[in-house]
């Protein structure tokens, strides 16, 4: 396996919980962080160009309604345009519960110059990845929804790049709901996460307490022509957090729970490319990876570091936040 090495460390007066990630017209990498470690401190969009200096770009909106925002997931759409997924309810304050927003940010320089609320009411939006005329969102809870064994359902929501202002009520009767999973693992109750498309237009998301990756087809209609499990190795990939996918087709899950980083290739075999210990990061180490992303050749892994209990591997959030980086493992036929 692979030694990650530190990419760089975090400014701590405004970037202290890294997640998500997106790469700009300019190559430049974003970085979103909702800041969860230190509530007291704004979400915001840092910016970190080739040559390594990361600054802060913009504080995320805040709700009219909480006066608050909680940046995740990042995707860019066809116009540059930045999507974000804003997870109040992760905190699980209840004056925060199913505040969840997905915004639509226009940038003109460091200048925000518009937003729009796609949807709002979401219980806990996470990841999102833009394919076509829409926007995929994965909602790693929906408590309402639960099955008749009592276990966790989550669930992939489906929004149109313009849609404005839609609200959600977090029930299997959504309109926007497009797929929705069960999580049957009784130690680890946790959703959907992760999400990516190949380059053939597939669509691939993580069951995080399953430790399990779907792949979903879809129909000429953009319906959905079939879902199956797609990796699976318990020995190898216990959770799926973010997920990238390289030139190859290859996909990297972050291994949130076990501080490593798993490759899935073309036939959805799964290989641990990457493990570190507990640790605070300084040097490089896996300090519980949120979400990869392959960027200038490399693989960039955020680690957000700062869940812990029950089988996580991290036991305490440390300062200075850090990013690791690996190297893109040669390509399997």
């Known amino acids: 396996m692979q030694i990650p090495k530190l990419l760089t460390l975090l400014p701590e007066e405004y970037a202290v919980t890294p997640d998500g990630m997106e790469i700009d017209r300019y190559g430049n990498l974003i970085l979103a962080c909702p800041n969860f470690a230190d509530m007291s401190k704004p979400s915001c969009i840092c910016m970190i160009d080739k040559n390594l200096n990361v600054r802060k770009w913009f504080d995320v909106p805040l709700s009219e309604r909480t006066h608050e925002a909680r940046a995740m997931g990042l995707a860019f759409g066809p116009d540059w345009d930045l999507y974000i997924v804003d997870n109040q309810g992760w905190s699980k304050e209840p004056a925060l519960s199913c505040q969840g927003r997905i915004l639509r940010v226009r940038m003109d320089g460091d200048i925000i110059e518009k937003v729009t609320v ?37 669930g992939v929501y489906r929004f149109h790049l313009d849609d ?40 691939y998301v993580g069951n995080f307490g399953d430790g399990e990756v779907f792949k979903i087809q879809f129909d000429e209609n953009g319906n959905i022509q079939s879902n199956v499990l797609f990796a699976k190795d318990p020995e190898k990939l ?23 980083i798993a490759k899935i290739d073309k036939k959805g075999n799964v290989t641990r490319i990457a493990q570190s210990p507990d640790s605070d990061g300084l040097q490089g ?23 812990v209990g029950g089988d996580k591997w991290n036991t305490e959030h440390e300062l200075p936040a850090t990013m690791s980086v690996l190297e893109v493992p040669g390509a399997e036929l």
């Open 118 to 154: 796609v949807a709002e009411g979401m219980e806990h939006p996470n990841g999102i990845r833009i394919k076509g005329s829409y926007v995929y969102v994965t909602q790693s809870t929906m408590a309402s929804a639960k099955t008749k064994s009592g276990n966790l359902v989550s």
């Open 164 to 203: 404005e202002n839609i609200h959600i009520n977090n029930t299997l009767e959504d309109p926007n709901l497009f797929i929705s999973f069960e999580t049957k693992n009784p130690a680890d109750q946790y959703g959907v996460d992760g999400i990516v498309f190949d380059q053939e237009g597939n669509l």
């Open 238 to 260: 216990r959770s799926t957090d973010g997920m990238t996918v390289d030139q190859n087709g290859n996909i990297y899950v972050a291994d949130f729970v076990v501080n490593a």
């Open 285 to 307: 180490e896996l300090d519980q990876p949120g979400e990869p992303c392959v960027w200038e050749g490399k693989i960039v892994v955020s680690c957000f570091d700062c869940v």
